[in-house]
């Protein structure tokens, strides 16, 4: 089997703590040919880890897709202010791209990357592992199967403490904050995706939002009300400067209600029985990997339809715009 030929654009902590484990395993399909970082100890660390020669190291990711010969695609995983002129430029150069979330940073980036692969005749995949996260894909089964007969509303209070030394919070580009919603937009992507995994599409929002610490950027709390286009209701709550001892995601029907666990799902009935549901476990970025490499090698969309990952920044901004507002958001999603 030929190896698919990749690169890597941008080497933080995301490439080097869940894509790099990932793709060590994957080495039997892939076969990385260069790394690059704007500031070169970071390139050379991930260079080191793959067991690259000094000429796979470079700093200028223009000159390095436009000069390593044999490429088939990259991974981006750059500050968010990036990712999407930096997916076109790939793509442009005839390059599959799997991208770091979010799609963009407003609605109007996020809506034109939908369009790319069939732009440019390239795969292109946003980078949405929580897509592949088992214990999500596992609930919407649960769901659809009518384990807890119609679901009617959600609820997920995702609510944490962040230390202001945290490694993520000290990142330059998240310290500078030049994108909407600070960690609003940048975790909460993750959510409303599982969340539209399993409950459908959003129709509308009214949220209510906060910055409680300017050390956590422009927003780091966002209490909202969600209805899906099937008539669920989703109660998030995001919040990085709380305190919180639950944040399982809880499932709502009329004949029982479900508990996502980290390592198990828990079906409640009227009852009062408690049933377990396992599923098997597996890294979602690994997960992710597989599906982007196996879309390459047949020839076929990936598993994560260019729609969903648009749609949850968009959900993003209307949590946004109702804060500010506060009005309630029409998203009309077909």
Known sequence: ??????????????????HLPALLRLSERIEIKAVCNRT?????????????????????WKKMIGRVVGLDAVLIALPITMNHPVSRACCKAGLSVLCEKPAGMNNEEAEETSRFSAEYGVTYMTGENFHFEPRFRKAAELVKEGIIGKLHSTSWNLLS????????????????????GGY???????????????????????SHTASIDKDLGTMD???????????VISSLNL??????????????GDKGTLIIKDDLILEMTPGGKINKHSFERENSFYLQWSAFLDSLEEGRPPALPHQMPVNDVKIIMAIIESGQTG???SLCNE
């Open 161 to 180: 403490f962040m230390d202001k030394n945290n490694k993520y919070n000290k990142t330059q580009w998240r310290a500078d904050n030049k994108y909407p």
């Open 184 to 206: 609003v937009l940048d975790g909460g992507v993750h959510f409303v995706h599982a969340l539209q995994m399993i409950a459908g599409p959003v129709d509308s929002v009214f």
């Open 40 to 60: 070169k100890p970071k390139a050379v660390n991930i260079a080191e880890k793959l067991s690259l020669p000094e000429e796979a190291v470079w700093t200028d």
């Open 1 to 18: 089997m030929t190896k698919i030929k990749i690169a890597i654009i941008g080497c933080g902590i995301i490439t080097e703590e869940a």
């Open 221 to 231: 709390s966002a209490l909202s009300l969600m209805k899906h286009c099937n008539g």
């Open 239 to 252: 919040g990085w400067r709380a305190v919180n001892d639950d944040s399982n995601l809880k499932l709502y």
């Open 327 to 329: 009005k309630k958001i």
